[in-house]
């Protein structure tokens, strides 16, 4: 069946702009996942929905992150006015039951 | 705090060669425990797991065994190939009550296998 997808895979922006990454998972997969894989940092948590309600936001690294998820499927990640730190691989993953979890291409986000 | 260590890399190896990765992790109660690979270009692929202590999780000719005594999950493999050279994370899901989930992963060690 169909994996999770991301989109666009690659986006380069200039500082200062707002950004949306999307995130398509597993159809049926109530939880889902937001990570940022950084050359300094590693893989890091950001967000973490089941179904529409995110009860762990606790990774977003600044006001200036946002998630949101609607229907029980889609989730967008909205980065405001971005910043050179912000250029990452931004991961999406999903699960059926908060322990497995399978993950999306990423999309690579340059900020320049 | 939960936390996950892994070996440093690049580990550079010749093919058939055998592998092992360390992992030691610190987790409050019982975690369960698992090992990604992240091939050039590509996502992360879950690549084995375990869930509880003793557990072995094996895949692909890879092997990872729940040592809860030494709070290890080392990944070996007995001969490796060219199409093994990849990123591999250890990473563990805190599970227990109020647990959202979320993966907290080792630093990664860069596997490359050469002819």
């Known amino acids: 069946g169909a994996g999770v997808s991301q989109s666009p895979s690659n986006k380069v922006t200039e500082k200062g702009k707002d950004v949306e990454l999307r995130c398509d998972p597993i159809?049926?997969?109530?939880?889902l996942y937001w990570y940022r894989q950084s050359l300094g940092q590693g893989l890091e948590f950001l967000i973490y929905f089941q179904g529409n309600s995110a009860p762990d936001k606790s990774g977003l690294p600044s006001d200036r992150f946002s998630a949101e998820r609607t229907g029980g499927s889609v989730s967008t990640l909205t980065i405001q006015r971005t910043q050179q730190e912000d250029s990452a691989v931004y991961l999406c993953a999903s699960s059926r039951d908060s322990y497995e979890q399978y993950f999306g291409p990423g999309t690579r986000l340059t900020v320049t | 705090g939960n936390s996950v260590t892994q070996m440093e890399g690049p580990v550079t190896l010749s093919e058939e060669a055998f592998l092992t990765i360390n992992c030691t992790y610190t987790?409050?109660?019982?975690?369960?425990l698992f090992w990604y690979v992240q091939y050039p270009g590509e996502g992360l692929q879950l690549l084995l797991k375990?869930?509880?202590?003793?557990d072995k999780g094996s895949n692909k000719g890879f092997e990872a065994t729940y040592r809860k005594e030494t709070t290890s999950f080392h990944l070996e493999k007995g001969s490796v190939q060219v199409s093994d050279s990849a990123v591999y994370f250890c990473?563990?899901?805190?599970?227990?009550?109020?647990?959202?989930?979320?993966?907290?992963f080792g630093q990664g060690t860069t596997l490359q296998v050469k002819p």
């Open positions: 159809s049926g997969h109530t939880a």
């Open positions: 990473a563990l899901n805190p599970r227990g009550s109020g647990n959202t989930g979320k993966l907290i």
């Open positions: 987790a409050t109660g019982y975690p369960s």
């Open positions: 375990a869930t509880k202590a003793d």
